[in-house]
């Protein structure tokens, strides 16, 4: 008996440990669909804090994708994988992500990443 | 009862063990924020003012060590939220979890509204409502202070159409049927890219194209950023 007084509050103290609040990575990656057309952002993850003053924007969609990633214009290859770089500035930046096919169906994302140094 | 026993202390460690993944999984600039209650205008954010030696000391590390924009010292937060009021001097955010926190503004503060292009905007720009992320240092009292404001778009920045070309000048215009029935024109410039360079060539009327330029608030003709050519083969 004088195991589980012991015990128990263990137990309970432990399941019941706050998460701490505040800003916190969404998981990744993050998959979108949209009829035939698929997105799949596997870094950064939203709400990323970054302690470089780059990120780099990795992801899969199907072969010919267009893609707009704020100022950089990107055909996604036969391989269905793309990357890139972005700069950063200190605070938070906006990652906008628009990717279209051939048929004009589309996917927007706007990701938030922090570049704390 | 030894079984049990054992039982229990297994499920002691594997719940110690998920708390502490918690705790490290979470980023260290949100363990120590507290958020305020509803805050009036100006009034600025408090935190537990009262800490030990060894927070004390902690947060003076912080403070070595994140020094970054402006002058401003403090440990480095981050936040985001819903823009509930803002004025001159301060901006007050309410939290998914419906809670309110309010920082100063400064004249350090940088605040970047990306649908007003790159130049750096006002505190009066910041409208009610509008989603926005808050970069701010805390200070020894808890009081938060803005360094970098981000206003959230609410829809891309950028529109993809894809169509037809049925007019093209170069170097000055593209028009394209496109697949939603309007017709769209864009004015090409040189800093308009022609993607993929190998099929450059094939830029003519009747090209299956795919057009990115700004989102069309106004009306007006819109500069191409970029066109991309697809394959002839290819509906």
Redesign the interface.
Known sequence: MRFWKIILPLILLAACAPVPAGVTPSPTPIELTNGALWLRIISPADEAILAAPQVEVRGEAPAGTVLSINNEILIVPAEEEFAVTLPLEEGPNAIEIFASDIEGTEITLILVVTYQP | MKRI?VL??L??I???F??AT??LA??A???D?K?TPVHTPGAQATVNAVKTPGAQATARAIQRA?E??GNQHGK?????GTIASADAASLTLTLA?GSSVTFSLTADT?I?I?TLGQTAAAAPALMPGAKA???AAQDETGALTA????V??G?????????TVTDYQPGASLTIQ???GNTYTFLLTTAT?I??ADRANQLAAGA?V?V?APRDVTGGVLTA??V?I?PAS??
């Open positions: 026993s229990i202390v499920l002691t594997l719940g110690l998920f708390t918690q705790v979470s980023p600039e949100s363990v924020a958020k994140t970054g924009i480095r937060v981050n936040y985001r979890d940088r970047r990306p992320g808050v970069h360094l970098a404001v981000l959230i778009p829809k891309p920045l950028r529109a993809h159409r894809v169509g496109a697949t939603d890219e993607l993929p299956r795919t990115i950023r970029g991309i697809h290819q509906p």
